[in-house]
């Protein structure tokens, strides 16, 4: 096209002022990245980037904190909750969020976020559940599907041997001190409107002081599901979502009846 | 007359996983096996007219290296210095 013709173009979608200019390390087609992009998008829209202070998790995210143009500190593994809530309590004005795979938040860090949702802290939680440890080299998760093949489960996972998949949004749901809770996929466009949409609203529970908030993001890792980007997208359609459905589990009143 | 569009890919970000060219409903995507990125991989580009602005691209793509324009209605013009 002419460079005249495009001078009569409208800007529709540019890259979020809240990622950095950084180039990831993730795999191509990996959807942490869509995730990442997402949270920045939210950031952008609420105007929050001053006050924004992150919690990187270990995991494959590990480097979140160079992506986004964000404070951003860096937790052990599975201890970001218990680090977002020292840093929520000390700078109440902050908008705090922590970002974690399912090893880091369902594994190491079980004990982390139970607590943090029970005590109704005032932090939101991305949780990133691809099904596998991917940064490690793709072993067995608490959220890995029965009969799904990892690194740690060479003939799939062996429900007798290893138990079932842990469902941490129907769980946390349960708590008091959740004021919003819900699981989204990553795996097509519409879905990915979804869920930012519910990042959005999990960033709202958070700055109307309504208590702990997640957003369960059903997520790919084509490296060590050793399939294409594409078709990593199909195995969460397929296999992941009729063991982890997308749904609300808690909305509080406030937040359902909000306009964003 | 359709509305018309334009995508530009950023080559320091694109990975060549080519998630865009699959979500693109107008199938004007492909990566361009004769160019690589400077991380060596193939970049994602308009291969043919028919690009409407829908943004499905740009939603996809996890590395955000995409930027959309559509044809503009009556204002909110910008100037591209591309
Ligand atoms: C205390 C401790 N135990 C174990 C590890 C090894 N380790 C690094 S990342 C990881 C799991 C990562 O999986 P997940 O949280 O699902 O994130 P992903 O890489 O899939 O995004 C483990 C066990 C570690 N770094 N520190
Ligand atoms: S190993 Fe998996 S989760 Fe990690 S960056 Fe690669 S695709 Fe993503
Ligand atoms: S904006 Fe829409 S039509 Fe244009 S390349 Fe992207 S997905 Fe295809
Ligand atoms: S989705 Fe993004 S990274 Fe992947 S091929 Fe398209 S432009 Fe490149």
Same mark, same amino acid.
């Given at each position: 096209?002419?460079?005249?013709?495009?001078?009569?173009?409208?800007?529709?979608?540019?890259?979020?002022?809240?990622?950095?200019?950084?180039?990831?390390?993730?795999?191509?087609?990996?959807?942490?990245?869509?995730?990442?992009?997402?949270?920045?998008?939210?950031?952008?829209?609420?105007?929050?980037?001053?006050?924004?202070?992150?919690?990187?998790?270990?995991?494959?995210?590990?480097?979140?904190?160079?992506?986004?143009?964000?404070?951003?500190?860096?937790?052990?593994?599975?201890?970001?909750?218990?680090?977002?809530?020292?840093?929520?309590?000390?700078?109440?004005?902050?908008?705090?969020?922590?970002?974690?795979?399912?090893?880091?938040?369902?594994?190491?860090?079980?004990?982390?976020?139970?607590?943090?949702?029970?005590?109704?802290?005032?932090?939101?939680?991305?949780?990133?559940?691809?099904?596998?440890?991917?940064?490690?080299?793709?072993?067995?998760?608490?959220?890995?599907?029965?009969?799904?093949?990892?690194?740690?489960?060479?003939?799939?996972?062996?429900?007798?041997?290893?138990?079932?998949?842990?469902?941490?949004?129907?769980?946390?749901?349960?708590?008091?001190?959740?004021?919003?809770?819900?699981?989204?996929?990553?795996?097509?466009?519409?879905?990915?409107?979804?869920?930012?949409?519910?990042?959005?609203?999990?960033?709202?529970?958070?700055?109307?002081?309504?208590?702990?908030?997640?957003?369960?993001?059903?997520?790919?890792?084509?490296?060590?599901?050793?399939?294409?980007?594409?078709?990593?997208?199909?195995?969460?359609?397929?296999?992941?979502?009729?063991?982890?459905?997308?749904?609300?589990?808690?909305?509080?009143?406030?937040?359902?009846?909000?306009?964003? | 007359?359709?509305?018309?569009?334009?995508?530009?890919?950023?080559?320091?970000? *694109?990975? /060549? =996983?080519?998630? %865009?060219?699959?979500? $693109? @409903?107008?199938?004007?995507?492909?990566?361009?096996?004769?160019?690589?990125?400077?991380?060596?991989?193939?970049?994602?580009?308009?291969?043919?007219?028919? *690009?409407? /602005? =829908?943004?499905? %691209?740009?939603?996809? $793509? @996890?590395?955000?290296?995409?930027?959309?324009?559509?044809?503009?209605?009556?204002?909110?013009?910008?100037?591209?210095?591309?």
């Amino acid at each position: 096209m002419m460079l005249a013709e495009k001078q009569t173009m409208d800007l529709i979608y540019q890259r979020p002022e809240s990622l950095s200019d950084a180039i990831t390390h993730y795999c191509p087609g990996c959807t942490h990245g869509i995730a990442h992009r997402l949270v920045a998008e939210v950031i952008d829209e609420m105007g929050l980037r001053e006050k924004t202070i992150g919690v990187a998790p270990v995991g494959c995210s590990v480097f979140a904190y160079n992506y986004f143009n964000t404070d951003y500190v860096e937790a052990a593994h599975g201890r970001a909750p218990a680090m977002a809530t020292g840093i929520k309590r000390v700078l109440p004005d902050r908008t705090v969020y922590t970002y974690q795979g399912d090893g880091d938040l369902a594994s190491i860090g079980m004990a982390e976020i139970m607590h943090v949702a029970a005590r109704g802290e005032n932090i939101t939680v991305i949780f990133i559940n691809n099904a596998i440890y991917g940064m490690t080299g793709g072993q067995m998760a608490p959220t890995t599907l029965p009969g799904m093949r990892t690194t740690s489960s060479p003939n799939g996972r062996d429900v007798e041997l290893s138990g079932y998949p842990i469902r941490m949004s129907e769980m946390l749901a349960t708590m008091d001190g959740a004021g919003y809770i819900v699981r989204r996929s990553l795996h097509n466009p519409a879905n990915i409107r979804k869920a930012k949409k519910a990042i959005r609203l999990a960033f709202e529970t958070q700055e109307h002081g309504l208590g702990f908030s997640m957003v369960e993001l059903l997520s790919s890792c084509p490296t060590n599901w050793k399939v294409t980007p594409n078709e990593a997208l199909t195995f969460i359609a397929d296999h992941m979502v009729p063991v982890f459905p997308l749904d609300d589990f808690k909305v509080h009143p406030a937040i359902a009846n909000l306009k964003v | 007359m359709p509305i018309k569009g334009w995508i530009e890919v950023n080559d320091l970000y *694109c990975k /060549g =996983c080519e998630l %865009c060219v699959a979500a $693109c @409903p107008q199938n004007v995507l492909a990566l361009d096996l004769d160019q690589l990125t400077p991380k060596g991989y193939h970049p994602a580009r308009l291969i043919t007219a028919g *690009c409407t /602005g =829908c943004n499905i %691209c740009a939603i996809v $793509c @996890p590395d955000a290296a995409i930027t959309v324009y559509r044809e503009a209605r009556q204002k909110n013009k910008v100037a591209i210095n591309a």
